[in-house]
T-cell receptor, first 115, second 116 residues
Framework: KAGVTQTPRYLIKTRGQQVTLSCSPI?????VSWYQQTPGQGLQFLFE???????NKGNFPGRFSGRQFSNSRSEMNVSTLELGDSALYLC??????????????FGAGSRLTVL | AQKITQTQPGMFVQEKEAVTLDCTYD???????LFWYKQPSSGEMIFLIY??????QNATEGRYSLNFQKARKSANLVISASQLGDSAMYFC?????????????FGAGTRLAVHP
C-alpha cells in the first residue's frame, strides 16, 4: 500500500511569491490534514479537509489556504510569501472508521525555503 | 488550554538499554487520544503508539509501551532494548474530542541519541 505522497519535496521561493504544495493520501483515506514545522514554533496544525470540505482550521493568516479534490488529493497554497514561512510542511491522512480514525499517517514533507 | 509538554530536549541511552521519554498533557476534555511519533532526519513522522483516554490498559507496540497515568496527566513513552536506529526526534501529541477530527497538538519533542 503506497504511503502519503507529498510534492515537491524541496523548493525555494522569494518573498512575495506564492507556492502550491500537493498531497496524495493513502488510498481510501478521506481525511487530509496539514501541519507546519519550524524550529521556533514546532509543529502547528494548519487545516484539515474531509470529503472536499475544510472541517478544522488552525491559527494561521488567510495567506494560507487549501483545498481537497474529489479523489481526496489535497493542495495547500501560501500567497505573498514571507521569510517566516520557511518550514517543513507535513501532510497527513487518516481513514474514518475504527482504530484507523485515530491514527494519522504522515508524508515525508515539503521543505520550503523563502529567500 | 490544551497543551503538551516534553521537558527533555535531549536524551542519551546506551544501545540495548531501556529509555523513558516524558510527556505531560493538559486538557479539560474527558475524551482525548495521545500519540507518540518518531521523526528521523529524513523528516517523515512515523506513528509509534496510541492511547485513548478511556483505555484502561497501557498501550504496547513491540518495543514501545506507553506509561499512561491519567490522574497525573502523563503519557511517557518507554523504549525497551534501544537500537541505533532509534536515534531520532520523538514527539508526543494529543487529539482532543470525538468524531475522528485530526487536529493534533504536538509537544516540542525530545531528541534521542542511542550510543553503541
Amino acid at each position: 500500500k503506497a504511503g502519503v505522497t507529498q510534492t515537491p519535496r524541496y523548493l525555494i521561493k522569494t518573498r512575495g511569491q506564492q507556492v502550491t504544495l500537493s498531497c496524495s493520501p493513502i488510498s481510501g483515506h478521506r481525511s487530509v490534514s496539514w501541519y507546519q514545522q519550524t524550529p521556533g514554533q514546532g509543529l502547528q496544525f494548519l487545516f484539515e479537509y474531509f470529503s472536499e470540505t475544510q472541517r478544522n482550521k488552525g491559527n494561521f493568516p488567510g495567506r494560507f489556504s487549501g483545498r481537497q479534490f474529489s479523489n481526496s488529493r489535497s493542495e495547500m497554497n501560501v500567497s505573498t510569501l514571507e521569510l517566516g514561512d520557511s518550514a517543513l510542511y507535513l501532510c497527513a491522512s487518516s481513514s474514518t472508521t475504527g482504530f484507523g480514525a485515530n491514527v494519522l499517517t504522515f508524508g515525508a514533507g515539503s521543505r520550503l525555503t523563502v529567500l | 488550554a490544551q497543551k503538551i509538554t516534553q521537558t527533555q530536549p535531549g536524551m542519551f541511552v546506551q544501545e540495548k538499554e531501556a529509555v523513558t521519554l516524558d510527556c505531560t498533557y493538559d486538557t479539560s476534555d474527558q475524551s482525548y487520544g495521545l500519540f507518540w511519533y518518531k521523526q528521523p532526519s529524513s523528516g517523515e513522522m512515523i506513528f509509534l503508539i496510541y492511547q485513548g483516554s478511556y483505555d484502561e490498559q497501557n498501550a504496547t507496540e513491540g518495543r514501545y509501551s506507553l506509561n499512561f497515568q491519567k490522574a497525573r496527566k502523563s503519557a511517557n513513552l518507554v523504549i525497551s532494548a534501544s537500537q541505533l536506529g532509534d536515534s531520532a526526534m520523538y514527539f508526543c501529541a494529543m487529539r482532543v474530542g470525538l468524531g475522528g477530527y485530526n487536529k493534533l497538538i504536538f509537544g516540542a519533542g525530545t531528541r534521542l541519541a542511542v550510543h553503541p
